[in-house]
């Protein structure tokens, strides 16, 4: 579990924005905390997948896929700021996550 | 008489996998995450960039035929294995279902599993019909 700076979230976010603009050939300027991931960025589970690769190696989270799966299912990802959000709440709770 | 239950077709592009197949140097978390030890150790003995691929196209395309999502359901993605049986047919394969996969097959009286795949040098196809 981390304690979540300013930095931290700052850093998410950029990865976040980043993945999206490469992966869906999309101009960064145009993606927004409202974006829809779906419909907007056409993106799919894989790169949902992806980004959790992504930050479980970058912060070493102890998380399984299934406990991110539960709180999902509870708080429903949509947009990229929802992204954002439950990446940053994967970091500073890791399997604790589904408590919330 | 027989009724389809659902149906399910996935599609996948193979460069997309390439990254993720698992070498002797680094294990990958994706495939740790989404693949079963027998299906990574399966997968890798079998022209690995194809069969990772279609191993998830598999997966994906179960989700179609149930009606579900990995988000949105107890299912989870080492619920649905594929393994192939040898590598000189990517044809010749088996599937099994295991924990909330197993028991959403039950619960709608699925009796039979209809599959099939496709590949080429770009895209993975699999297709999913679940039988009353």
Redesign the interface.
Known sequence: MSKITANIKEEVRNIVYQFFAEECDADISEIKDSTNIISDLEGDSLMFLELIEIFKKKYNLNIELKTIAKYIVKHPVETIGQLIDTQILMIEHENNIVNL | MKKVLGCGIDI?ELN?FLSKIPSGKENS??AE??YTTAEIQNHLSILPHVSFALG?SCK?AFFKAFGV??????I??KDIELLFDNQNNLNNYSIRLGGYAKKLYRKLKCSDIRSSLYYNNEYVVFKVILIS
Do not use: A, G, I, Y
């Open positions: 996948e997309r978390s994706f995450m989404v998830f994906e999502s990995w988000t949105n359901s107890e989870s993605w």
